[in-house]
């Protein structure tokens, strides 16, 4: 997961991928926060910009209701 996050967070046009692997991640057991952590992860080691895409990927595949507008 780490990885294809990492590749995944600098190509603008993979946020479908992004998500589906987020929704692939979580349908094998990885918990939500296990997901933020690895944005953390990201955030300290790639940049703040990746990371905050990786957390809006999460948030839009684990919580839509919220994001509706």
Do not use: F, Y
């Not at 479908?16 to 944005?39: F, K, S, Y």
């Not at 992860?41 to 703040?48: D, R, S």
């Not at 990371?51 to 919220?66: D, K, M, N």
Request: net charge positive.
């Amino acid at each position: 997961m780490i990885s294809t996050a990492s590749w995944l967070r600098c190509r603008h046009c993979a946020e479908p991928q992004l998500r589906a692997h987020i929704r692939m991640a979580t349908n094998v057991g990885v918990t939500e926060q296990q997901l933020r952590d690895v944005a953390q992860v990201l955030a300290a080691i790639v940049g703040k910009i990746e990371a905050q895409r990786v957390e809006q990927a999460i948030e839009a595949v684990l919580h839509p209701q919220g994001n509706a507008g």
